[in-house]
């Protein structure tokens, strides 16, 4: 499933979202890829940690709850390296530098539009 996500305000944080909550999509991740385009992501749900493990780029790691609220944004996680937050629901991976560059804040709150519905 692909989507465009948004914050509360309605600015694109995401342009082309990828929902995996299937076991086998969050899974297999990003393995395998050779990097992520400006406004490409990953949303990894149900999450609450990630590891790099085989990757050959590094990414912004965006920590949500349940609400899909801003936990703590991880940035830069390179290669074979993990990282995990506290009660968050799921992941969404950037390429690195992308959280910066589309101003996104804690606190913030996340929603994935997917052909005029809203998940």
């Known amino acids: 499933m692909h989507g465009v996500l948004v914050n509360e305000n309605g600015a694109i ?5 990828t929902l ?4 086998f999509k969050r899974m297999r991740g990003l393995l395998g890829r050779s990097g992520l385009a400006q ?6 749900q149900p ?16 920590f ?3 609400e899909r609220r801003v936990l703590r944004i991880v940035p830069n996680v390179r290669p074979w390296r993990t990282a995990a937050v506290r009660k ?3 992941v969404l991976e950037l390429a690195a530098g992308e959280a910066a560059r589309v101003g ?12 005029d519905e809203r998940a």
């Open 39 to 44: 406004g490409e992501g990953l949303l990894l």
């Open 47 to 62: 999450a609450g940690s990630i590891h790099t493990f085989f990757m050959r780029f590094p990414i912004d790691a965006v």
């Open 64 to 66: 949500l709850d349940g």
């Open 20 to 23: 995996a909550r299937d076991p």
């Open 13 to 17: 944080v995401c342009e082309s979202c």
């Open 104 to 115: 996104m804040e804690a606190g913030s709150v996340l929603r994935l539009e997917v052909d």
């Open 88 to 90: 968050a629901r799921a």
